[in-house]
């Protein structure tokens, strides 16, 4: 078995040019032809291929089933947040149906490649105190070819966005789809992350068998999927969103996961606006009614501009302070040097005091 984190696959072109071109002169021409069936072999990275029309109804349908989630969260209320509190929830929500959307759509276009199957359920994969050992203390090339049993002793367990099983090569991919690498920046979960997801690659040969029919495969790579699309990094198992037709071995997925993005950001911000005009609509209400004189009736003015006394007036009230008593330094005993007596110290969780 061989495990690694995730390097470009050698992919095969799916014709040579001279097969493409004898596939293109076999096809028909006349008046019933369908225009743009397919793409000369030259222009082709993989062995099949999925285009947006193809697809839209079902990645619209995720668009509309995820912004339906965001707008339906029940924010509760709170004091600092005030009437933009619903605004803080949408926002909270869109990073998480985010995630969720980009995990339903790369299962969906999947698809195009009869070879691949995508698990999403059940991927509870035990971190066996063996495989989290090994990773720590180990470099990861060094590991290639090491199989641990699944039901191994285990200190918890990781559960990945997805498992694509490619068939055709024997190979298992673990795939962490993030909505955006920015907000681990140089923190160390980044490193946990990774550490937990080699732990359990070198398991999943053994689970697949026991879990999934006997499934077999003899190579599992590991990637972190930046859906932002930021500068990736293979060797250490870092891959952008615009590269994911190289793992699933799809030409054409991550143009239409850039087009699932756009329309999904077009509807977030629809959603955002609209509760943000709700907002100030609310705010303006209550400026208005603040402004009216009729409202302030019995409450003190404050004085925004400062105070309303004058400089004379001002000394006056200063001098009667400092008149108003003198410091008492008697608190200050010569017994507060003595060593204090031993007391018996309890620790503990806090709980209610105790009634007088």
């Known amino acids: ?55 839209e109804a079902d990645l619209d349908l995720l668009i509309d089933r995820a912004i339906m989630a965001i707008a339906d969260g029940e924010p509760i209320e709170d004091e600092i947040l005030g009437h933009y509190v619903h605004i803080a929830s949408l926002v909270r929500a869109v990073s998480f149906r985010e995630g969720k959307l980009l995990e339903q759509a790369v299962e969906r276009l999947a698809k195009a490649n009869p070879n691949i199957t995508v698990l999403t359920q ?19 090339q060094s590991l290639d070819g090491v199989k641990l049993d699944c039901e191994a002793p285990a200190k918890g367990s990781y559960t990945p966005d997805l498992i694509v099983v490619n ?9 962490d789809l993030k909505r955006s690498l920015a907000s681990y920046g140089d923190t160390s979960r980044l490193e946990e992350l990774k550490l937990k997801m080699m732990a359990a690659a070198m398991v999943l040969p053994d689970w697949l068998y026991k879990h999934h029919k006997r499934m077999m495969v003899d ?24 590269e994911i037709d190289e793992l699933l071995e799809i030409d054409g997925v991550a143009a239409c996961m850039a087009e699932l993005r756009l329309r999904f950001g077009r509807r977030v911000q629809q959603l955002l606006e609209a509760e943000a005009r709700k907002a100030l609509g609310v705010m303006a209400a209550v400026a208005l009614d603040a402004a009216h004189p009729s409202i302030m009736a019995g409450k003190p003015l404050i004085a925004l501009n400062g105070s309303a006394r004058s400089y004379e007036e001002e000394q006056a009230m200063t001098a009667l302070d400092e008149d108003d008593g003198h410091y008492d330094l008697g608190c200050f005993d010569e017994d507060q040097d003595d060593e204090p007596e031993p007391v ?13």
């Open 1 to 55: 078995m061989t495990t690694h984190t995730l390097s470009v696959p050698n992919g095969e072109v799916l014709r040579s040019t001279a097969a493409a071109a004898s596939a293109f002169a076999q096809r028909s021409f006349g008046p019933d032809a369908r225009i743009g069936i397919g793409e000369p072999a030259v222009l082709r990275r993989h062995p099949h291929i999925v285009r947006f029309a193809e697809v």
């Open 122 to 140: 059940s991927l509870k994969l035990p971190l066996v105190k063996a495989a989290l050992e090994a990773v720590s203390g180990n470099d990861w």
């Open 167 to 175: 068939r055709a090569r024997h190979t298992a991919y673990i795939l």
């Open 219 to 242: 190579t599992v790579e590991v990637a972190i999927v930046d859906g932002a699309s930021r500068p990736s990094d293979h060797a250490t198992g870092i891959w952008a969103l615009s």
């Open 344 to 356: 018996r110290i309890r620790v503990g969780f806090a709980r209610r005091p105790r009634g007088y």
